[in-house]
């Protein structure tokens, strides 16, 4: 009985040895960063977990707004916010795997499902008390899209309209303030262009980049208007990578990564490739 009790004992004691080395093993630490779940920190470097100590950086996206983010010719996420985080995880020396889903779950899912988001995310008060941000990226400010022939030209023009946006982003909550509007909130940036062009919608909030890119894709139904002039007067915005709450090692190691790549002439080789082209 004794005898039993104590190889238990040594067994067990073996096993939560093993769960501490994950960083020795390239294999266990790629699992645990599969089996992250619930409300355990992906990026306590301190216990042994997290990206910095088992090789892995789980980035979540909303692969939805290109050129940013968009599902490739392959079925993969590419566009210019793929391509940085793949440089930043190379200067870290960490693996990237990216995950596909909601941009309105990605804050919410940080430190469970993944450890950080890159999805054209504006840095907002809200969201910092959820997450912490990286160093800035990317200017951007919201673009409203309206048919052809509509005759919206201004903030004013937009009071008790039913206006498209993708759910949970700024052009939604710039829609919450806008007198008697609706937003009618779309998951896929495409299903609100697409509602535009089928009169279900009165306009379309949404970055400017990729107004853009819809603005060419549909150049003879629809048109923009830039949400910075004197009609609109938005604010900008700025894009950050979204981290967990607290990790200073993990946001200065994300930071000094970025701030390499800009110095060395790779972001803007990644601008010209993916937002000028
Ligand atoms: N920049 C906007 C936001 O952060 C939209 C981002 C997006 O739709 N991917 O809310």
């Known amino acids: ?18 769960c501490g080395n994950k960083a020795e093993d390239a ?15 992906a990026a306590n470097t301190e216990n042994g977990e997290g990206p910095l100590a088992d090789g892995v950086l789980n980035v979540g996206t909303n692969a939805e707004f290109p050129p940013f983010e968009f599902v490739g010719d392959d079925g ?32 919410a899912s940080i430190g469970s499902k993944i450890d950080v988001a890159i999805a054209g995310m504006t840095i907002t008060d809200e969201r910092k008390n959820m997450v912490d941000f990286s160093d800035e990226y990317y200017e951007a400010v919201q673009y409203v899209i309206v048919p052809a022939d509509s005759e919206i030209a201004s903030a004013a023009d937009l009071e008790g309209k039913n206006i498209g946006v993708q759910l949970g982003t700024t052009g ?30 009165d306009a379309v909030i949404i970055d400017k980049n990729p107004a853009q890119v819809f603005g060419e894709q549909f150049k003879d139904e629809i048109k923009l208007f830039d949400g910075e002039s004197a009609e609109f007067g938005f604010e900008k915005e700025y894009y950050a990578i979204a981290l967990p709450k607290g ?8 930071n000094d990564a970025l ?15 993916y937002i000028e082209n």
């Open 172 to 201: 939604d909550f710039i829609v919450e303030d806008i007198k008697d509007a609706t937003a009618a909130q779309y998951n896929k940036a495409v299903d609100a262009v697409n509602d535009l062009r089928n009169g279900r919608v």
């Open 1 to 18: 009985m004794k005898k039993a009790a104590i190889a238990l004992l040594f067994t067990l004691t073996l096993a939560i040895a093993g």
């Open 259 to 273: 701030a390499e790549i800009k110095a060395d002439g790779t972001f803007d080789e990644l601008v010209k490739q």
């Open 247 to 254: 990790d200073e090692e993990l946001a200065k190691s994300v």
């Open 76 to 107: 993969e996420p590419d566009g210019f916010d793929m391509a940085l985080i793949k440089a930043i995880g190379e200067k870290m020396g960490v693996e990237v795997t990216v995950e596909n889903m909601e941009f309105d779950s990605l804050v």
């Open 27 to 41: 294999d266990s630490s790629k699992k645990s960063a599969d089996d992250k779940t619930g409300s355990e920190s």
